[in-house]
């Protein structure tokens, strides 16, 4: 429903009018909707978006966040082919070159999802972020970056894969495995940001930063 905040909070004032709709008999389908035509027009404009690719940046961490969405559409042609790869590239370079203008004290970069697990979409990182990737056991479930897999580029459902995960659920009999149970795993990883600097040929900015990712 394009509702801002993505901490899945029970007391949030949008969700809460939702529910309280929904149990009065209210059509669901027509206030979601209604919902997500009015956080559509209230939504403040998202700092740190370039092309598909956009960043939080957490201050406590000094960690820039990455996120991806096909934000081509209109083109038959996936936002991660060859054919677009020039266009990711350019897209996180100038990302990059943002970052290091304006958040110069940003030390770690890091991100979550099943994309990691797609070589299309590894090969616009440098390897020593791609190298951090750990394994999650359930700490994207509730996101798209972990369900966003069943989706193709137009937003249609990718019916094999869908077939795929719900027989290995039907086989499931505990929770790890019900958490294997996705085609594509999601990897968490972060590395300094410096090795990005690198590798989107940038002048690096200072002394290499040995601060350890989160285990």
Known sequence: MGIQDKDFNRNSPVWRDFVERVSQGECVPKIAYLIYLNELETKTEEIGKFGCFQYDYRQDSKSVVIHFANRVGGKNVSPLSSERKAERMSELKRMFSHISYHLPEAKLVSGGSWLYDLQSYKRLFPAEYINSRKLCHGEFIQYCSTWGQFLDYFGNLKENLCSEFLHRMARASTKEELI????????????????????????????????????
């Not at 990883?189 to 940038?202: A, D, S």
């Open 180 to 215: 294997h149970s996705f085609p594509h795993p999601t990897y968490r990883v972060c590395t300094e940001i410096e090795y990005f600097y690198r590798f989107y040929e940038f002048d690096f900015r200072g002394v290499p930063n040995h601060q350890s990712c989160a285990k």
